[in-house]
């Protein structure tokens, strides 16, 4: 299994501006060359999920399988979005981490302590990164 951080996050270098789709599909290129890995499941996550299914039409050969997990190909955020104002704040930061996601997600294991836990966790990572992503930009467009 090879797991990598975008660039930006975790323990990657940190850049600025914000890189392209196309630049973030070259960087699981890279990695999986310096792995010496040829072919590979792809799992995208939130953002990942567009990144992977660029790198499956791309490179479909070095792709076994794709799974995509709470994402979307395109986001679509309303021009009139203010991220600063803190009723859309609140409404960010409010619901993220407390499992709740999962109510709507998967009812039939929404009772499982440890289901809830994990959607609550999973949840607070995305919220993060999307808050800061957006607040960079990449949710407008």
């Given at each position: 299994m090879i797991l990598f951080d975008k660039r930006g996050v975790g323990m990657s270098d940190r850049f600025e501006g914000v890189p392209?789709?196309?630049?973030?599909?070259?960087?699981?290129?890279?990695?999986?060359?310096?792995a010496g890995s040829s072919r590979a499941a792809l799992v995208g996550?939130?953002?990942g999920g567009a990144i992977a299914a660029m790198f499956?039409?791309?490179?479909?050969t070095r792709v076994t399988s794709l799974v995509l997990l709470?994402?979307?190909?395109?986001?679509?955020?309303?021009?009139?979005?203010?991220?600063?104002?803190?009723?859309?704040?609140a409404y960010i930061d409010e619901p993220f981490g407390d499992?709740?996601?999962?109510?709507?997600?998967a009812p039939?294991?929404?009772d499982d302590p440890s289901v809830r836990g994990w959607a609550g966790r999973a949840a607070a990572v995305i919220s993060v990164e999307l808050w800061t992503g957006t607040r960079r930009g990449w949710g407008h467009g």
């Open positions: 392209t789709l196309e630049e973030r599909m070259d960087d699981v290129r890279a990695v999986m060359d310096a996550m939130s953002e499956a039409a791309t490179y479909p709470g994402t979307a190909l395109r986001c679509w955020v309303p021009p009139d979005v203010d991220f600063d104002d803190p009723r859309v704040v499992g709740s996601s999962i109510d709507s997600g039939s294991v929404a």
